[in-house]
């Protein structure tokens, strides 16, 4: 059954969600984090890879030739803190509490280009923020989301630097009550006892997968903020590397 977080039933007529999680929500989210903080481990950024093989390898390949001249070019370097806060976006309706507690949502039935996300989530004053919970969800390589189960959902802590890592695949566009969204992932920051940032990661117009027009896709999501742009880098050994710093406020 296909989902898309902008097509819940109801959704062409109802009320647009609101820009972040209601009071009852918020509360939950940071009642979640206090009680789960110390029994999650850090996801570390130094992490090996693992081989690259299988469909979703074939599917990265895909992309390979078109794209190799900049993979051959130096990585981008992180863009230093600038001190803004990462702008906020519409959670949507497809959020789903309780997620697991993983940095890895590579799983069997998941096949499409691999993705390597990590980065750095700093307050206001450039300060990394250990013990940050960054939550992630996402659709599929086909645009659908799981809602009976947890695909591509998870949730995970900053490590002592600050750092994440998501290991994960680019998402496909899909059609929805905003009419054609851009790929993007949905993501939720929060250190304790601060205010959770909402928001949707985007990649760049020359990002090759599925054989779409990342251009084209992002010139025409209304949704879409420039300034939510993941550096990219590759493909190279079947995936791409991603980099996004947040800045949050660490104050309610
Ligand atoms: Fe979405």
């Given at each position: 059954m296909r989902y898309a977080d902008?097509?819940?039933?109801?959704?062409?007529?109802g009320p647009l969600p609101p820009?972040?999680?209601?009071g009852e929500r918020g509360s939950s989210r940071r009642s979640f984090i206090r009680s789960t903080s110390a029994g999650v481990t850090s996801v570390a950024l130094g992490a090996s890879v693992a081989a690259s093989t299988g469909p979703a390898a074939e599917a990265a390949e895909t992309a390979r030739p078109a794209t190799a001249r900049r993979a051959a070019l130096p990585l981008a370097v992180t863009p230093?803190?600038?001190?803004?806060?990462t702008p906020a976006s519409i959670e949507g309706p497809l959020f789903k509490p309780n997620?697991?507690?993983?940095g890895d949502l590579i799983t069997p039935a998941i096949r499409g280009v691999r993705l390597d996300l990590s980065g750095v989530v700093y307050d206001t004053s450039c300060t990394p923020l250990p013990e940050t919970l960054i939550e992630f969800w996402q659709c599929d390589?086909?645009?659908?989301?799981d809602t009976a189960g947890f695909a591509l959902r998870g949730h995970q802590y900053t490590d002592s630097r600050g750092t994440y890592l998501l290991r994960t695949i680019i998402p496909r566009d899909y059609w929805g009550r905003w009419g054609q969204r851009a790929p993007h992932i949905h993501t939720q920051v929060q250190v304790s006892g601060g205010p959770v940032l909402v928001t949707q990661l985007y990649f760049p117009d020359d990002t090759q997968a599925y054989g779409r027009d990342f251009s084209a896709l992002n010139a025409a999501?209304?949704?879409?903020?420039?300034?939510?742009t993941i550096e990219l880098a590759g493909p190279a050994n079947g995936r791409y590397t991603g980099t996004f710093d947040f800045v949050i406020t660490t104050k309610v």
């Open positions: 902008d097509m819940s039933p109801g959704a062409a007529t820009a972040r999680a209601d230093a803190c600038s001190g803004q806060e997620s697991p507690a993983r390589q086909n645009g659908d989301y999501d209304r949704l879409l903020n420039r300034a939510c």
